[in-house]
């Protein structure tokens, strides 16, 4: 689905109370018993069936975004809910690349840090876009050396360099199938997003 607050009309940094009240607005007015007999019965339906997938996934994240500790890198936490860019680590999770990346791409310049360019190799390398991950996850190492889960990624790209002898090539974003090595350092890099989350993986 589309990014949910973008469904209910709010910004990420609503307070809880403002997500209620917009998702409060928008059920009563496209409930379907406002619509009985109505050509727009089915839109409506549609409509609602979003605000209430949008409102249970704003829940859910911040639900599990409490109670975090501040444990983590000096420079960074990387498991507070408080991060700007806790929703596209979600979304990453969750396999829901496009939506993650719209948010990253949605940020303005002056606002992409060193999370920002980690989270955007995070979905090349999702994608198998080896290429442009190792560089950026090269740029978030520069901005944040002393950050353990950005020189994690860098290191797992670093030993799929090396594994190919020298001979890096970039995957082609529309080829098919992966070596043994691209799904070992998959599954690392992943894991380096999901302890920061700690979604349970």
């Known amino acids: 689905m589309n990014n949910p607050y973008e469904v209910l009309g709010v910004s990420e940094t609503a307070t809880d109370e403002e997500v209620k009240a917009a998702y409060r607005n928008l059920a009563k007015k496209y409930h ?3 619509y009985t007999d109505s050509p727009l019965a089915d839109v409506a339906e549609q409509k609602m069936k979003e605000i209430n997938e949008a409102y249970d996934m704003i829940n859910q994240m911040r639900q599990k975004g409490k109670g975090t500790g501040s444990t983590g890198s000096s420079s960074y936490n990387a498991n507070s809910s408080s991060s700007q860019f806790y929703n596209v680590r979600i979304y990453i999770q969750r396999g829901l690349l496009d939506q993650a990346d719209q948010i990253l791409e ?22 198998g876009w080896s290429e442009q991950a190792f560089s950026y996850f090269t740029t978030a190492c520069n901005m944040d050396p002393d950050n353990k889960e950005y020189q994690a990624a860098l290191n797992n790209m670093q030993n799929q360099r090396a594994y190919n ?37």
């Open 32 to 34: 379907p018993d406002n």
């Open 106 to 127: 949605n940020t303005a310049q002056s606002m992409r840090t060193a999370e920002w360019y980690y989270l955007k190799g995070m979905i090349a390398y999702r994608r």
């Open 165 to 201: 002898y020298g001979g890096y090539t970039q995957t082609n974003p529309n080829a098919t199938g992966s070596s043994f090595c691209d799904v070992c350092a998959g599954m690392m890099c992943a894991n380096c997003l999901c302890d920061c989350c700690r979604m349970g993986c």
